[in-house]
């Protein structure tokens, strides 16, 4: 099809429907067809109906108010009537929808705001929280490395503890073997040279039958100590 009439096509059908939109609207609108701009030219108006016979007036106990009409709005529809639309709303009613618009976007702002400054709120506090939370985690580790250190400690303790106790009680074994033989008179006699207590490791690390012979062996006034001794240590 030549590119000429497919446009000229085109352009008749637009056309025709937006007379046919016009029309519609003019007419929904209530204006007569014979009152529509340019098209209305086609049709003839209609004649005028004439006038009856004067109607007879009631009488005066017997009218009747008249009902209000409003006035009767001209048909006229023009180019730009059918994209003219009649506003639901008065000046006042509008009016007052915008400013309880402004009033419900200022609360929302307020509504805002608040939250906002309770999020700052928070915010703060968590951060405060965290901040207690690291220092309570390094106080613990303190205590964990503290404690560490005190059971170390502790072992160290317990290990020179015992190897001085270890070392006490050679001693006492090398001492004892210098009593293990011999007379018990002339023994016992050296044993009162060690106080009571030392005299009493030294006789516990000797056999209880030879212990016993160097204990008879010492003076009555010294013996009662020594025995005490040798006693509390069994």
């Known amino acids: 099809m030549n590119k000429v009439v497919k446009l000229v096509a085109i352009g008749l059908g637009a056309n ?3 007379a046919v939109a016009f029309v519609g609207s003019a007419l929904m609108r209530g204006a007569a ?22 109607e007879e007036l009631p009488a005066p106990g017997e009218l009747q108010p008249e009902k209000p009409f409003p006035p009767r709005r001209a048909a006229q529809a023009g180019v730009f009537d059918v994209f ?9 009613e509008l009016a007052k929808l915008v400013d309880e618009l402004k009033g419900k976007i200022l609360e929302a702002d307020l509504r805002l705001a608040d939250l906002e400054e309770q999020e700052e709120h928070l915010a703060e506090r968590q951060e405060v929280l965290d901040e207690q939370f690291r220092t309570l985690q390094r106080m613990r580790t303190d205590l964990e490395e503290f404690e560490a250190e005190l059971e170390a400690r502790s072992a160290e303790i317990a290990r020179d503890e015992a190897s001085a106790a270890q070392r006490g009680q050679e001693r006492w074994s090398t001492l004892a073997g210098l009593f293990a033989e011999g007379d018990p008179e002339e023994l016992s ?3 009162q040279d060690y106080a009571p207590g030392d005299a009493a490791r030294i006789l516990h690390a000797l056999p209880e039958e030879r212990a016993r012979q160097l204990l008879a062996a010492l003076p009555e006034a010294q013996w009662k100590d020594y025995a005490e001794a040798y006693s509390a240590g069994e």
């Not at 067809?33 to 030219?41: C, D, L, R, S, Y």
């Open 16 to 18: 025709a429907l937006f």
């Open 33 to 54: 067809f014979h009152e529509i701009p340019v098209i209305g030219k086609l049709a003839q108006a209609p004649e005028a109906t004439p006038a009856g016979p004067a």
């Open 84 to 92: 003219r639309l009649q506003s639901p709303y008065s000046n006042r």
């Open 189 to 191: 006699t050296r044993l």
